[in-house]
């Protein structure tokens, strides 16, 4: 038996989780390519964004614009926005995506995402009904800057688990990360926040990601209970 056979031999991995794991790798990718683009500055410029550095996840990929103080809405949409709305997302509001008792919660994680900056972390979970089976969410926000030099842009990543169904589909928000970024990290309390210094969604260290110049164009690109969604605040000493 080979040592590197006898290494590996006890460590099996259930192919459901492997399955969910790999579900989920786009958000890994978008994540780690952010993370290239930063290059210790607190947040990327969105003329550094180029589609190609997120290819394996450009479906899932999606840009926002900041147009009021907690209103995000879709400059570009990937097809997994399209496959849970039922139409092009281009135009609409981030809050399309969630069940209106959710959209107070949201915003006021989209006013952090630009205002802190921060990296925003979200649980979804759909609700059910006639042709529209269980589907459960995790949405990736992360705050850029426009070459004019305010932090008025995001890229975002959405990965569903589930048959989406009969769209449109509305999210209940079940838990929202967020996690403070700058020189100067502080941890606010915001509403019913427990706040905790652990790490992100993805829990493990983000790679670099190759960054290539260039943009992208304005053209390219079961149920849970409902209430108010956990709030959980933790901050990066990046």
């Known amino acids: 038996m080979s040592a590197a056979f006898a290494r590996n031999s006890g460590k099996v991995i259930a192919l459901s989780e492997f399955r969910k794991v790999m579900r989920f790798q786009p958000l890994q990718e978008v994540r780690a390519y952010w993370e290239g683009l930063r290059c210790g500055r607190p947040v990327p410029l969105r003329s ?22 907690g209103v995000a809405r879709f400059r ?14 281009r135009g609409m509001p981030l809050d399309t995506l969630v069940h209106p008792e959710a959209r107070a919660a949201l915003a006021d994680a989209v006013t952090r995402l630009f205002d802190t900056p921060a990296i925003i972390e979200i649980t979804l979970s759909a609700e059910c009904g006639i042709g529209k089976p269980p589907v459960e969410a995790q949405m990736l926000l992360l705050p850029v800057k426009s070459d004019g030099g305010r932090v008025d842009r995001a890229i975002g990543c959405l990965v569903t688990e ?5 769209a449109p589909r509305r999210f209940i928000v079940t838990d929202i990360r967020i996690i403070e970024i700058g020189e100067q990290p502080r941890i606010k309390a915001v509403g019913p926040v427990q706040a905790r210094l652990d790490a992100p969604m993805l829990d493990r260290p983000a790679t670099a990601a ?25 901050r990066s000493d990046d």
């Open 76 to 89: 570009l949409g990937g097809q997994e926005l399209t496959n849970v709305v039922g139409e092009d997302t």
């Open 48 to 69: 550094e964004i180029d589609p190609r550095g997120i290819e394996g996840a450009l479906d899932h990929a999606f840009m926002l614009d900041r147009v009021a103080p």
């Open 210 to 234: 190759r960054a290539i110049d260039g943009s992208i164009g304005a053209d390219a690109m079961p149920a849970q209970p409902k209430g108010k969604p956990a709030l959980r605040l933790v």
């Open 162 to 166: 589930g048959i989406i169904g009969r």
